[in-house]
């Protein structure tokens, strides 16, 4: 996968349901041009361990503070 810039996400007071941080990570990823194969990378990477394990690798896509 191409090194990607980072991402800008506000899930501040945002439901912190998994599916709602994907869904809003997949928004961000295609404003920003991210080819749908690399936003799916992520997304199943993300969904391959626990609630951490998602928030670590949705955190590591995005801008510092963006949580």
Do not use: T
């Not at 945002?14 to 404003?31: C, P, T, V």
């Amino acid at each position: 996968m191409a090194k990607r810039k980072k991402l800008r996400m506000k899930l501040v007071g945002m439901d912190a349901n998994a599916f709602a941080i994907l869904g809003r990570f997949r928004q961000a990823a295609k404003a920003d041009k991210w080819p749908e194969e690399e936003i799916q990378k992520v997304i199943d990477d993300a969904m391959s361990g626990s609630y951490d394990h998602l928030l670590s690798v949705i955190s590591k896509h995005c801008l510092r503070g963006g949580f």
